[in-house]
Each structure stands twice: as C-alpha cells, then as structure tokens.
T-cell receptor, first 117, second 112 residues
C-alpha cells in the first residue's frame, strides 16, 4: 500500500517553455502533498505545501508565480514550472502525507528530473 | 527555527562493516523522527520513532531515539554494497502542518 506515482520521471525542455509534473497518490487520499527540490548531493529542500481545494503554501524564497501548484483532487497535485530556465534544472520530488500510527508519514514519488536547455 | 543535523556527511566502508549514523535535532513540539533511505530516486521509508529507548529493527538495520539528548542513531550491520545510499533523517513537529524538517543526509558508500 501507500504508493505515490510521479510523472514524468525525466523531462528535457527548451528555455522559456513550461513543464508540468504530476503527483498522484494511488491507493490513499492525500489532502496534503509536498513538493521538494533536490540539487546534486544535497538534501531535500521543501518548496511548497499543496493543499487540496485551497492555495498552496510556499516556503520563503520560492516564487509562487514561477512554480504553480494545483491540488484539484484528493489524489492529484501538479507542479508547473513556468518559463523554465537552465537554473531551474533540478530533481523535483513530491510526497503525500498520510497518518501512520498517529504520526505523520510521507510517501515519496520517484522524482522528476528536469533539464532545461 | 527547527533544525536537524546529521553526521557524518559521508563515509566509506567495506562490505561486512558496521556503520552508525547520527541525527540530532532542535525542534519545538516534537512528534516523531523518521529515517529514509535514498538511492537514485526518491526516499524510501525506513523507521519512525516516537518513544525514547525503544529500538526499531528491520533486518540488518536498527534505530533508536533519545528524546532527552535529542538525537537518534541508525545502525547498519554487516553492510552490503546495496546499502550504499543517502540516509535522511527527518523530524515531524506538531505545529508544522504535517511538514517534515529534513537533515542534510549522510552519504554511505559500501565498497566490495
């Protein structure tokens, strides 16, 4: 149980285009999902908290107009990198929150590697 | 500000060795501490610790939490090359809206 599917796993795009990444919880409902960015050999950096039916909460320093998040259903959150530039190239990971034995556990998607040319 | 610090940053061992990874934290309203293993892609869940002094075991991996001294350790015995990964420690706090605060990770390389 507790599977999170993230798609696409790898995407290459031209500078100036927009890229959408999907995160789906396959066998549970997730009112809250999280989006992270990870640079090589670094830890996960939380970008934003995606809340079903409401606006996402962005971490300090993350541009909300640049990284659009939509959480339209209990099983799907999307991250759109708008007008992508080479510095946006990174590994993006989503996670979905669920309760496990009274504590919060995150189940992660497999990640999406974005390369902007 | 909540803080999670892992040490060492990285280590190299040979198959069969035992490794001990450390995670210390300074947070308010601690709820639980979690360990994840990250290989090439996304982190996979290893352990969740909520109570002091109770060891959690899964095969060759074990972990324990000390809530008085605010740290946890992850042990891997009889290491294998497949244990090579980044090990992430994260803390869940009650007021953080389900967010986890991650440490910087420890990169483990197990050589044959």
């Amino acid at each position: 149980g507790a599977v999170v599917s993230q798609h696409p796993s790898r995407v290459i795009c031209k500078s100036g285009t927009s890229v959408k990444i999907e995160c789906r919880s396959l066998d549970f409902q997730a009112t809250t999902m999280f989006w992270y960015r990870q640079f090589p050999k670094q830890s996960l950096m939380l970008m934003a908290t995606s809340n079903e039916g409401s606006k996402a909460t962005y971490e300090q320093g993350v541009e909300k107009d640049k990284f659009l998040i939509n959480h339209a259903s209990l099983t799907l959150s999307t991250l759109t990198v708008t007008s992508a530039h080479p510095e946006d190239s990174s590994f993006y990971i989503c996670s979905a929150h669920r309760q496990f034995s009274g504590a919060n556990v995150l189940t992660f998607g497999a990640g999406s590697r974005l390369t902007v040319l | 500000e909540d803080k999670v610090v892992q040490s060492p940053l990285s280590l190299v061992v040979h198959e069969g060795d035992t490794v001990t990874l450390n995670c210390s934290y300074e947070v308010t309203n601690f709820r639980s501490l979690l360990w994840y293993k990250q290989e090439k892609k996304a982190p996979t869940f290893l352990f969740m610790l909520t109570s002091s002094g109770i060891e959690k075991k899964s095969g060759r991996l074990s972990s324990i939490l000390d809530k008085k001294e605010l740290f946890s350790i992850l042990n891997i015995t009889a290491t294998q090359t497949g244990d090579s990964a980044v090990y992430l420690c994260a803390v869940d706090v009650k007021a953080a809206g389900n967010k986890l605060t991650f440490g910087g990770g420890t990169r483990v390389l197990v050589k044959p």
